[in-house]
Nanobody, 122 residues
Framework: QVRVVESGGGLVQAGGSLRLSCAAS????????MGWFRQAPGQERGFVAA????????IYLDSVKGRFTISRDDANNTIFLQMNRLKPEDTAIYYC???????????????WGQGTQVTVSS
C-alpha cells in the first residue's frame, strides 16, 4: 500500500490562502485515488476533497467548492490542496489519505498521514 506524509499547514488570517502537500511513497496504480479529510476540535473527521490518479476527476465537500482545489503531480506521487478565501470554520487538522477508489467515505481509505494543523483566525 501507499504511505502518505502531508505538510503545509499553518496559521493564516481569514481570507488568506494555504497550500497543503501530500507526498506518497510505495507502489501506486493508475486507478488509485488520494483524498483530504479534516477534523475540527471536538468533531469527527470529515471529507474535504479527493482526486483519481488516472482521470484527474475530483470531488469536493460542498462548503469548499470554489475555494479549494485538489490537484496531483503524477511524476512525484504528490497531491496538493490549494485553499483560498479561508474561513475560521476551516480550522482543523487536515489529513491526507490513499484509496484504490475515488470516494468521499473515510472507510474507503487504507493509508493515512499524520495530519497538519490549519488555523484560520478572524
Amino acid at each position: 500500500q501507499v504511505r502518505v506524509v502531508e505538510s503545509g499547514g499553518g496559521l493564516v488570517q481569514a481570507g488568506g490562502s494555504l497550500r497543503l502537500s501530500c507526498a506518497a511513497s510505495g507502489r501506486t496504480f493508475s486507478n488509485y485515488a488520494m483524498g483530504w479529510f479534516r477534523q475540527a476540535p471536538g468533531q469527527e473527521r470529515g471529507f474535504v476533497a479527493a482526486i483519481a490518479w488516472r482521470s484527474g476527476v475530483t470531488i469536493y465537500l460542498d462548503s469548499v467548492k470554489g475555494r479549494f482545489t485538489i490537484s496531483r503531480d503524477d511524476a512525484n506521487n504528490t497531491i496538493f490542496l490549494q485553499m483560498n478565501r479561508l474561513k475560521p470554520e476551516d480550522t482543523a487538522i487536515y489529513y491526507c489519505a490513499a484509496a484504490d477508489t475515488l470516494s468521499s467515505l473515510a472507510r474507503s481509505y487504507e493509508s493515512w498521514g499524520q495530519g497538519t494543523q490549519v488555523t484560520v483566525s478572524s
